[in-house]
């Protein structure tokens, strides 16, 4: 796994540097970028660090960024910098969901501890991301039928009913249970059902519908 990164999202060409130069000087990798569009662009699904996001940039804006980035679930702690803040574009940005504020210019100190502090909770979170991306990406791989199988038996339906809502027999959903448990590397139903609930993960009907046995 990657060490924890600062990714700096800001359009202006000096303070990138100068934020680079401070974050670098307490032995912290740096990543930066010049706008919105450029650091989703680039976005690893399994960095971990933190984001220090300009809000007022041409293009997307760092409150249009937060709105379209932080309900994603790969998702970084983000520390909103600002030389227009006032109170109603803070209490926007800490609803959207930024991890804090700070107004420009700040102190190096202040910022520093706001950013290991972000590195603090990234580092909490990490477990379940990871959790949560290995188990989206398992259930990419599920057949449409086995989508369907999953998706009754979250329910709490037996084989013979499950079987029967899908027209297929108990013995053909019994296969494809033991194939979703298998690719997602979970022991059991209710298990897997659990995972699912904690990472939002909800399991949805697949693209098939008819009576084969698929």
């Known amino acids: 796994m990657t060490s924890p990164t600062v990714f700096v999202v800001d359009d202006e060409s000096a303070v990138r540097e100068s934020l680079r130069w401070l974050i670098e000087a307490v032995s912290l990798p740096v990543r930066t970028f010049e706008s919105a ?17 300009d809000i007022r940039m041409p293009g997307m804006s760092g409150l249009e960024l937060l709105e379209r980035y932080v309900p994603h679930p790969v998702a970084l702690p983000v520390v909103v910098l600002t030389a227009h803040a006032d109170v109603e574009m803070a209490v926007q ?5 930024a991890f804090d504020m700070l107004e420009k210019p700040f102190k190096s100190d202040v910022l520093v501890d706001r950013v290991r502090r972000a590195l603090a909770i990234d580092a909490a979170r990490l477990p379940d991301r990871i959790e949560a991306l290995d188990l989206r990406a398992a259930l ?20 013979k009913e499950v079987g029967a809502t899908l027209d297929i027999s108990p013995r053909t959903v019994e296969i494809h249970r033991a194939r979703i448990l ?25 693209a098939s519908n008819g009576g084969t046995a698929g």
């Open 182 to 206: 298998q690719k997602t590397a979970t022991d059991s139903v209710t298990e897997l059902v659990r995972r699912l609930v904690r990472h939002g993960l909800a399991p949805t009907r697949g």
């Open 140 to 159: 990419e791989t599920l057949t449409p039928r086995e989508r369907d199988v999953l998706f009754e038996l979250q329910t709490g339906q037996t084989n």
């Open 37 to 53: 569009e450029s650091f989703l662009a680039s976005l690893d699904p399994r960095a971990h660090g933190v984001v220090l996001l």
């Open 93 to 97: 940005a800490m609803r959207s969901g």
